[in-house]
């Protein structure tokens, strides 16, 4: 699986290069990204709760991560748009590959009035771990998005299949297979943009309902999440520089009953304050713009609450400090 997406990377990145001159004759990236970011994790080794510093011994985790991702212009396919993700995870405390997540998403632009609007026609999420064990998750139905009076408005209506080994196909029970539906709202933009910065926000709610085939006993259900963000950053200082910080509220509950054991009834509740600092600059080459984007960033703040589903409802409440460092590198090709 490494070495086929290394292959198809390059492959990309190739011909990329090769169809810049005569980009709107034919297919062609209309851009291409890569992100690679490390992080570090610490917890109160005692209770799990508080933030007990940067010690040894609170160390609950180190992860590098590797992103190439970018947006296809299929110029000769009706002007369809392929967005495309390939993220790798590696565990540096145990020195193994951790998992990869794939995401290939096909839409179409459609202007609706005064609207830009995208359609997506089929989507194709994958996950693996580090065992090479997969989840599969295919999507198709109508998902568009369109800017009304400043603000981003997402919906989408979409027919899923799942295939599941790894636990990340939205249902209560990993190791399923099987159907669903998915009814998911958004709504974003900026509250305020002026010379003290911008203060922006984002709603999103999903609705996810699957169900398992097969012999077992388990029920359908759904998956109900709610993300909301609220995020300052201050005007670019420094010749580049810019700080910022992000609250990040998400709740999850799934409406299956326990059985067999299984936990099925449960949600969890995360509350995130995440400061950071960054550089942005960028410049010019023969094929296009290349943005550049080193930053740092500290979740300060994290409180993570699950109820377990089971007959006790027991709940649990921890708290992980992360530090991240990280680089983005853009290409946007004329």
């Known amino acids: 699986m490494k070495k086929l997406l290394g292959i198809l990377a390059l492959t990309l990145a190739a011909s990329a290069l090769a169809s810049a001159a005569n980009a709107r004759e034919q297919d062609y990236f ?16 005692d209770n799990g709760i508080g933030n007990e510093g940067f010690k040894s011994e609170n160390k609950a985790g180190r ?3 590797n992103t190439l991702s970018g947006t ?34 096909i839409r179409k632009s459609i202007q609706i009035g005064n609207y830009d609007t995208n ?3 089929i989507e194709w999420k994958r996950w693996e771990n580090g065992s090479g064990d997969e989840t599969n998750v295919f999507l198709m139905g109508p998902k568009f998005s369109v800017n009304v009076l400043g603000q981003n408005v997402s919906v989408a209506t ?15 029970v ?17 509250l305020y943009q ?11 709610l999903e609705n996810h309902w699957r169900n398992a085939t097969g012999t077992n006993d388990y029920k359908n259900s759904w998956k109900i999440k709610s993300v909301s963000t609220l995020k300052y950053e201050t005007p670019a200082f420094l010749g580049g520089f810019y700080a910022g910080t992000e609250l990040l509220n998400e709740w999850i509950r799934h409406t299956a009953s326990a059985e067999n054991g299984v936990a099925g009834f449960k949600y969890t509740n995360e509350f995130n304050v995440t400061p950071y600092l960054g550089y942005k600059t960028s410049f010019s080459t023969p094929i296009g713009e290349v943005a550049v984007n080193p930053y740092v960033q500290y979740r300060a703040l994290q409180r993570f ?16 400090n992360r530090f991240t460092a990280g680089l983005s590198l853009g290409l946007k090709l004329d």
């Open 63 to 65: 992860e590098l991560r």
């Open 119 to 121: 359609f997506t026609l």
């Open 72 to 105: 296809l212009n299929l110029q000769d396919e009706w002007g369809l748009k392929a967005d495309f993700s390939a993220l790798n995870k590696y565990n540096t405390d145990t020195d193994e590959n951790a998992g990869w997540e794939t995401d290939l998403n």
């Open 305 to 320: 609450t699950a109820e377990n589903g089971e007959s006790d409802n027991d709940r649990e409440t921890n708290e992980t």
């Open 158 to 172: 979409q027919a899923v299949y799942f295939d599941d080994e790894v636990g990340e196909n939205d249902y209560y």
């Open 194 to 204: 002026g010379d003290y910065g911008t203060v922006s926000y984002g709603q999103v």
């Open 174 to 190: 990993s190791g399923t297979e099987g159907y669903g539906a998915n009814i998911d709202f958004g709504i974003g933009g900026n």
């Open 30 to 45: 209309e851009s291409i990204n890569w992100n690679t970011e490390y992080r570090m994790d610490y917890q109160d080794v």
